[in-house]
């Protein structure tokens, strides 16, 4: 029997926008901090492509000792990076600030989805909060996250029926690690899982419409502004399956975390 069978994409697009319009001076304030995140990581990236293609035109044109000084005498020992390790400096540094962005981001995120969830509970929390530190379950939730992204990716990468599976079944990783309902990424998976069991299709039709909707919007140069957005979506959605299991489990309950 289909237990999951009220959950509706389109409450969750109609309770996401009253949750975005009476709270748009917090969400207004992610999406503003996300655009200054990605505005000073394309400016390091243009100013990191430029020293490249400087330590580029030195490798060509300057002598073995040219390199030699700018490389560093510990590495004169040592050929190979002598010669190549000041070329490789810039795409180094690319790759942590990826690595870095990609957190910050996760941070927003986190922020977002945790007003979110004090909003349900009944809370009225300010928008300063978002300026607040996170709670010390984030790096769990990150955890999650990463994980989930990693093997999502692989999947989709390798085998693309599984892994559209995959994201569907664990679309809301962490999220009960936010809602403090599981304390491991093993019991927050399962429960991703048990939500999501009589639901795939209308998870894969949440993921289809978001991901439509966020490439829409960044077309146009409002991505940031869509975000916020779009996690409230998936935090309805959640709220609804998690809801709709409690009753299911417990008739008498009528309301979940």
């Given amino acids: 029997m289909t237990i999951f069978k009220r959950a509706s994409l389109i409450d969750a697009i109609g309770a996401a926008w009253d949750t975005y319009r009476n709270n748009a001076s917090f969400f207004l304030t992610a999406s ?20 490249s293609l400087i330590s580029s035109l030195l490798y060509i044109s300057a002598s073995h000792h ?3 000084m700018v490389s560093g005498g510990y590495l004169k020992s040592f050929p190979f990076f002598s010669s190549f390790f000041p070329a490789l400096l810039p795409t180094l540094f690319q790759i942590l600030m990826v690595g870095v962005g ?27 909060t978002f300026f607040r530190l996170p709670s010390s379950n984030f790096l769990l939730f990150l955890l999650a996250r990463m994980r989930f992204f990693i ?39 399962l429960m991703s899982n048990a939500i999501t069991k009589h639901n795939r299709w209308r998870i894969f039709m949440l993921r289809l419409v978001t991901f439509m909707g966020g490439l829409l919007f ?14 409230l979506m998936n935090l309805d959605m959640y709220h609804q399956l998690r ?13 979940a975390p």
């Fill in 66 to 68: 040219l390199v030699s």
């Fill in 32 to 51: 503003i901090v996300g655009v200054l995140i990605s505005g000073i990581f394309i400016g390091v990236s243009i100013v990191s492509l430029i020293f």
């Fill in 243 to 255: 809801h709709l299991q409690l009753r299911h489990l417990h008739p008498e309950a009528e309301t």
């Fill in 151 to 189: 093997i999502a990716g692989l999947g989709l990468l390798c085998f693309i029926v599984p892994g559209i599976l995959y994201i569907c079944s664990n679309y809301f990783a962490g999220y009960s690690i936010i809602h403090s309902l599981t304390g491991s990424l093993k019991k927050d998976a």
């Fill in 102 to 128: 990609f957190l910050l981001h996760l941070l927003v995120d986190y922020q977002v989805l945790s007003y979110g969830a004090r909003l349900y509970k009944g809370e009225t929390p300010s928008w300063h």
């Fill in 218 to 231: 960044s077309y146009v140069g409002l991505g940031y502004i869509i975000t916020p957005f779009i996690l």
